[in-house]
């Protein structure tokens, strides 16, 4: 967090918007980690499926950033304040 804030305050933009961004960029990724993807398969009984997961969830991901891109970018440009 130090590292976003200071960035942050070097380029002129609000820390928070920074963390914000870091924050949802890690949470969407995690989608993806090798153990949140077995515990899934084997919630729902697919172990074995666990390729067929990463992919049915890819492209709802990459939207998912783009419109937190979006977001941030938006809020970095000032606009909703």
Known sequence: APLQ???GLGI???P???LTAQTVGGNVG????PINVAVAAAAV???GH???IIRST?????????LAALMVLSLGLGFGR
């Open 5 to 7: 804030a200071g960035a």
């Open 12 to 14: 002129g933009v609000d």
């Open 16 to 18: 928070a918007i920074l």
């Open 30 to 33: 995690n989608v993806f980690t």
């Open 45 to 47: 009984g697919a172990v």
């Open 50 to 52: 666990e390729s067929e």
């Open 58 to 66: 890819v492209r709802d991901a990459v939207l998912l950033l783009l």
